[in-house]
């Protein structure tokens, strides 16, 4: 019998993956129902049969439903909205565009590891300039690309700029930029969903589905 195992370089932990039906004793519809008395479906789920299509967490956006996924992509020479998000761990670029409906279409999402923003300024301007010939750029951030951290003397706005990336933005609540995505989600008066996410983006539709943290 194989038995998924992980093993973590960083602190050497080693994980193996075991359902509990490998257990004769629990595999039996009397456990079963012992074991999920009292608890949520997808707790059930998540914890016990480990799937984790079942999201924790009370969704921070419910307005997102099954008609804000499509296949959306690039039409040439559009102009590509691009959201910055800064950090040594996982920095973020997010790739937008406006169809011919004024909907907002949500066409790829860049996920960094580990890397300087350097690193990833160059490497979703290259990104871009490979998928997206013709397109022009307007270059939306967090307030923090204007702060210097004590990895650089340079902030990251600055450093975006020497790579020709000139995003703007400004200091703005959590619950003021999450109103705007709520407005936009909802089914217009022309029949029409406000924002569209491509359906290849898992990352991105899993943190619709999720809380916020």
């Avoid at 300087?116 to 997206?132: H, K, P, S, W």
């Avoid at 029409?192 to 943290?213: A, C, Q, S």
Wanted: glycine letters at 8%; a positive charge.
């Amino acid at each position: 019998m194989l038995v998924p195992i992980v093993r973590n370089k960083n602190n050497h932990f080693t994980v193996a993956t075991v359902h509990y039906s490998l257990d004769p004793f629990k595999n039996t519809p009397e456990w079963i129902a012992r074991a999920k008395r009292g608890m949520p479906e997808n707790g059930w789920r998540r914890e016990y049969e480990i799937d984790y299509t079942f999201f924790a967490g009370k969704p921070f956006f419910p307005e997102f439903k099954e008609f804000n996924l499509a296949t959306v992509g690039y039409q040439e020479r559009q102009i590509i909205y691009r959201g910055w998000d800064y950090g040594f761990h996982r920095p973020c670029c997010l790739i937008t565009t406006l169809n011919e409906f004024d909907q907002w279409c949500w066409i790829n999402c860049i996920l960094g590891k580990d890397e300087g923003i350097m690193d990833f300024g160059r490497r979703v301007r290259n990104f871009c300039l490979a998928e997206y010939p013709g397109a022009r750029y307007i270059d939306a951030d967090d307030i923090a690309g204007t702060q210097v951290s004590d990895k650089s003397q340079q902030t990251s706005r600055q450093i975006l700029n020497a790579l020709g990336i000139y995003p703007q933005g400004r200091k703005q609540e959590i619950n003021e930029g999450a109103q705007i995505i709520r407005q936009k989600l909802p089914i217009r008066v022309d029949g029409k969903p406000g924002l569209l996410v491509n359906r290849i983006l898992t990352d991105v539709i899993d943190g619709f589905k999720g809380g916020l943290h």
